[in-house]
């Protein structure tokens, strides 16, 4: 069953629920000339013509009607006269006029629309596969006061070679003849090796990228995966997404384990 948007006839109104409010709210539209009977009965015909009940609409217009019914009813009668502005009264704040009643209509729309951004996200989600770790851990380790994680796996190195990619297909702005220069994984992994030693520290990705062309790119991020493999090297991540740090196994002793902050350490 579609979902529709649920519409009502009034002597002074013809649309949607919501425009309704909306047009309460810019005072295009006189409260007291909406009769909430009439608004009920043509909702209970509009029930009692559906084939299904779509119970989404049904408890919007049950919390909308409530909530106009609840405003006229408060106008008819004397404001009392309120000493004061304490927590309480802020904590436990009515519905006395059309102003409150659209603060909370656009604080249930804002949770609407967050569940609908939930819902995408899910459904975007299930079309991610990730590597299974086939019960490797991952260790938190403490360097320069912040927090790493070592990754057995290639995985991050995929946006990377991404983001390269596109740098590399939008940087050349001037047509050039060709250079043909041959790139092999076997020579890149030594380059990456020797590169490694003579730092004796973590890199970035980028420093083992000299002219930033697509064979070069695609031929490093092929002797990445395979020194990887190889288990000849670390890849260093503080954050999803974040730059990639590539270190020697073995160039240096591991830091001292750390536990997360916050965890109970019981021995």
Not at 82 to 96: A, K, M, Q, S, W
Not at 105 to 132: D, G, H, N, T, V
Not at 165 to 187: G, N, R
Request: contains cysteine; glycine residues 4%; aromatic residues 10%.
């Amino acid at each position: 069953m579609n979902k529709e948007a649920y519409t009502i006839k009034l002597p002074v109104f013809e649309g949607p629920f919501d425009l309704l409010f909306h047009l309460i709210k810019k005072a295009e539209v006189d409260i007291w000339s909406v009769s909430i009977a009439e608004i009920t009965e043509q909702y209970l015909e509009y029930i009692r013509s559906m084939q299904e009940l779509n119970l989404e609409i049904a408890s919007e217009f049950l919390v909308m009607a409530a909530t106009l019914l609840r405003l006229k009813s408060k106008m008819l009668l004397p404001r009392p006269v309120r000493e004061g502005e304490g927590e309480e009264e802020e904590l436990f704040l009515d519905i006395n006029s059309p102003e409150d009643l659209f603060q909370r209509l656009e604080e249930y729309r804002q949770f609407k629309e967050a569940a609908q951004w939930l819902k995408e996200r899910e459904r975007l989600q299930k079309k991610i596969f990730l590597r299974s770790t086939r019960g490797e851990k991952m260790i938190l380790i403490s360097r320069q006061d912040s927090y790493y994680t070592y990754w057995e796996g290639a995985e991050i190195l995929v946006e990377i070679m991404r983001r390269f990619c596109e740098a590399a297909a939008t940087a050349a702005a001037v047509p050039e003849i060709p250079q043909v220069e041959d790139f092999a994984v076997k020579d890149r992994t030594a380059f990456i090796l020797r590169r490694l030693k003579e730092k004796g520290q973590a890199l970035p990705f980028r420093d083992f990228i000299r002219k930033e062309t697509l064979p070069e790119i695609i031929v490093t991020f092929i002797a990445l995966l395979e020194l990887t493999r190889q288990k000849k090297i670390h890849l260093l991540q503080d954050r999803a997404f974040g730059p990639i740090l590539v270190v020697l196994r073995g160039s240096r002793p591991l830091p001292e384990k750390k536990e997360a902050p916050g965890r109970d350490r019981r021995g």
